[in-house]
């Protein structure tokens, strides 16, 4: 978890459960209802090696060796049952299958077992796809042993939303790890060699029936390969077993698709020429000629990308734009279909153009104008760069008010737009448009300018998705991110992902009561619901300038959003009205306030041994506390969200109560906590909740744990 914003979880997702967690050796009949596939009841002894423990309900359960294990075929023991390892498959498992299995991959060190065991990590993770509705009653202790489930699906589910939240990233690469490490075990390829065998064998029944029926010439496929009766019987002759003879038609279909593969490369070389005359542009002109003769290039278009490549050029390209969607080919080719054909087509050639027609940056009405009237013997000009900037001056002097680009001047003092080509003064190189404008960006701290010219107060302001570029810096690492709407960029701190940015939310707000300076990600994740925010400090504001090609960041006041200071540490948060009991963002802006974090969070570990049961879940609760959603007492902690409070103490479970309310009197509470918190007792005792909620005129239904139904009455 990074430590520049943390805490933007909804509660309910980590909530601990409310009933006893004491450790058993043996589990009661399962009422003759039918076990997982890989299950079966144990006569084995308690004597193996214990390799995992888990709890489900109000019963613990250790994994253990049974007596029957071998190395070849693992058996692992689970009360009084027994799970064969190589039988368990991942996409149809229980769910105590699933802790056998990932017990004895995280014992045989096939796991990336670091902190939390495997199997932990897959049920914690895995209640992030119960919460998104793609499967449910996971923690249903009467399933676990007969609902068989699709848990690499379940994981997948999750990780996907992990992704879509900068600050569970992290979460989400966990999340595919576990995938990887079940599926080289359970390997596809003895899944894919069982698969083949069967198909044989079923084959063999067929080509029996045939035989019966005096069906024999007939022929009939076998993985790549068409056989008759007597053909296939002549093939099983040369080999010893059916599994052999399978093995060679899986080694000569490899090498079939390998030489298919190799054709298929050299047909594509041979189509290209075909496809060039069918759905492309050509112009020509001295870029990258060494000695300035024309070059002939070729820019072509397919569903798949946009192709650019110089005459002659038979391997690569000069550049290469994949297509995101069907939307964008259509887009372009309409966008051709309105031009000429004797146009000029040089802009088509410029990988930097599509850049811009891909990201709408482009005033495509303008454009199309400027090229169908374009002379093309005035597109030949040459440009020197006094010439430019006298011409950029004029503009300038004349546009105060717009805070034009360069991009933009250029197209408006050059009768070609994009058409033109420049060269500097005293050299003989030509630059077409979008490479004068970078030679001249790079440049242009060493162009000498009169200090009046207002030029010189020209600057780098408009935020192009075209001029995001990775750049790291002693701690932040900025990596551009095209797949986030029109492009985006995500922010690494000491290697890990603290936030991704859409362009439209990389500015700086600030908050005019406390002066904290903040960026906020709006991109939507669970529930449409998430924001990120990172406290900016000089380093991050100088990166991320660098990153997205600006001279500084935009700042904007903070709008739709707060900053609240938590009481015992003074640590900021951000918070969205009405986000309130559902999550926040905490903010570490320096050293300070990471050390206040940590020893928060170490307070939870080690007060509550048996509530927070590591490290991670101490800092998820310090977040919880600093946003407004918690509250400690010697022995436990009260957890306030805005559909439910909830207590649970760490060393008498029967202590624990837990009580829903409605919207209505969460508005009512949260307003009375926002002034009156500090001055509370006994906050651990629900009379406590229930008088302030009755003084409120608030309503709430207590909810009965397990405990408190068999004890006949209700805690506190």
Known sequence: MGINGVGAYYAQNYATQNRSRAIGHNVSGLGGESIGNATSLSESSSNGKKIGITTVGNKGYIAMYADSSTEQDPVIKIGDYEVRVKEVNPNNATKMEMFALMSYLDDQGLTNDQGMKSFNKMTAYSAQAEYNGYCSGLSNENAAWTEKRDWIGILGNAKESFYNIPQTYEQGLECEKIIDNLKKYTGSSLNSNSDYLSQIHKKIEEMQEKLDNDEVNESFQIGGQTFTVEEWDEFLKKFDSIQEAMEALMKERHTKMEEQQTNTEEVIDATTTEMIVSESTSCTYPIGSSNGEDVLHITWYTEEGIFCRKAGQTEGYEWSIPFENKEQYNKVMEFIGQLPKDSDWRFASQEGFWKDFLDDEIDMSSFIDSIKNTN?????????????????????????????????????????????????????????????????????????????????????????????????????????????????????????????????????????????????????????????????????????????????????????????????????????????????????????????????????????????????????????????????????????????????????????????????????????????????????????????????????????????????????
């Open 376 to 716: 093309k013997k005035v597109a030949s000009k040459e440009y020197s760069a006094e010439e430019i900037q006298e011409a950029i001056d004029r503009e300038i002097q004349s546009n105060q008010h717009k805070k034009k680009s360069l991009y933009e001047m250029l197209i408006n003092t050059c009768p070609e737009g994009t058409n033109a080509t420049f060269r500097f003064v005293g050299e003989s190189k030509i630059y077409n448009f979008y490479e004068f404008i970078e030679e001249f960006q790079r440049r242009s701290d060493e162009i000498s300018l009169d200090s009046t010219s207002a030029i010189s107060n020209t600057r780098r302001t408009e935020i192009k998705v075209s001029n995001f570029k990775e750049h790291e810096t002693a701690n932040y690492k900025f990596v551009p991110e095209p797949t986030i709407g029109k492009g985006g960029m995500r922010i690494l701190k000491n290697g890990q992902s603290v936030a991704v940015f859409s362009a439209d939310n990389l500015k700086i707000r600030v908050d005019e009561k406390t002066g904290t300076r903040v960026l906020i990600s709006e991109i939507p994740g669970i529930g449409n619901s998430w924001y990120d925010a990172l406290p900016v400090d000089v380093e991050l504001e100088n990166g991320l300038a660098e990153a997205i090609g600006v001279d500084d960041i935009p700042e904007v006041a903070l709008d739709g959003y707060y900053i609240g200071t938590h009481a015992g540490t003074g640590i900021q948060y951000v918070m969205r009205p009405g986000d309130e009991g559902r999550g926040g963002k905490v903010l570490l802006k320096d050293a300070a306030d990471v050390a206040k974090y940590n020893a928060l969070a170490e307070e939870y570990f080690n007060r509550y041994p048996n509530l927070v049961t590591s490290p991670e879940y101490g800092r998820i609760y310090a977040s919880f506390e600093i946003c407004g959603m918690m509250e400690r007492t010697p022995t436990g902690f009260v957890r306030i969200g805005f559909d439910n409070i909830s207590y649970n103490d760490n060393l008498d479970y029967k202590k624990n109560w837990s009580a829903k309310i409605t919207g209505e009197t969460w508005d009512l509470l949260w307003k009375w906590l926002e002034e009156n918190r500090s001055h509370m007792e006994d906050v651990g005792e629900f009379s406590t909740w229930g008088d302030i909620i009755d003084e409120l005129g608030g309503s709430y239904e207590r909810v009965w744990s397990d405990e408190e139904l068999l004890q006949g009455y209700l805690n506190n």
